[in-house]
């Protein structure tokens, strides 16, 4: 079945440094959607991604969508402790008329301080 | 003023037991989901309604029965509990079923079977 894949599982790093998570899907999708949880909370929206090749900004974080649109990256640029948390990319299943959303595994980062 | 609120918070209780969780969202959508995240945080999709009308409904066992007596509304019981049971389970909404639409979750509930 669709699959999407997210690498690493974990990332350390120094408060400071940079941070990048891959996500991959075996399908080509309509649109690309990225969630943040915190320790302990739920799943929050970050921004979807819709058109080939497409780079949005949110301050620090830049989210890419590949030209095949079957791979997306967040990079976040010089980390803050407030960035801990457990990222996730989400594709919809399909044609994505049911709002089915296959989330990848995650990307757990933690931050130094 | 919560937009997608669930109880219990925690939930304990004894194997072969049977328990209900509840989601209520005030935002006005169509469609809510029912997740469930287990230890690895690996979040799946249980079930989901629009407007009252059950559209998603993966392989979990039948164990597990959602239910939505308004489109604001979506329960979900689970009889004779099992240790695999044990996880967070989320309620999520979105505007409407088109997969463009951002999903809204509730703070979770943290299901622990003994």
């Known amino acids: 079945g669709q699959q999407v894949m997210q690498i690493p599982q974990y990332q350390h790093v120094q408060e400071g440094e940079d941070f990048t998570t891959y996500c991959n899907s075996s399908t080509t999708l309509s649109n690309i959607q990225w969630y943040k949880q915190r320790p302990g909370g739920h799943p929050v929206f970050l921004i979807q991604l819709v058109k080939s090749g497409e780079v949005k900004k949110q301050k620090r974080l830049t989210f890419q969508f590949g030209e095949a649109k079957k791979n997306s990256s967040l990079h976040i640029t010089a980390t803050q402790t407030t960035d801990v948390g457990t990222y996730f990319c989400a594709g919809p299943e399909g044609s994505g008329n049911t709002g089915k959303l296959i989330f990848g595994q995650g990307t757990t980062l933690q931050v130094k301080p | 003023d919560t937009a997608v609120s669930q109880t219990p918070k925690y939930l304990v209780t004894q194997m072969g037991n049977d328990k209900s969780i509840k989601c209520e969202q005030n935002?006005?959508?169509?469609?809510m989901y029912w997740y469930k995240q287990d230890s690895k945080k690996f979040l799946k999709i249980m079930f989901s309604y629009n407007n009252k009308e059950l559209i998603i409904n993966e392989t979990v066992p039948n164990r597990f029965s959602p239910k939505s007596p308004d489109k604001a509304h979506l329960n979900l019981h689970i009889n004779s509990l099992e240790l695999g049971d044990s996880a967070v389970y989320f309620c999520?909404?979105?505007?409407?079923?088109?997969?463009?639409?951002?999903?809204?979750f509730g703070p979770g509930t943290r299901l622990t079977v003994l």
């Open positions: 999520a909404s979105s505007l409407t079923r088109d997969s463009y639409n951002e999903q809204f």
């Open positions: 935002l006005g959508h169509d469609t």
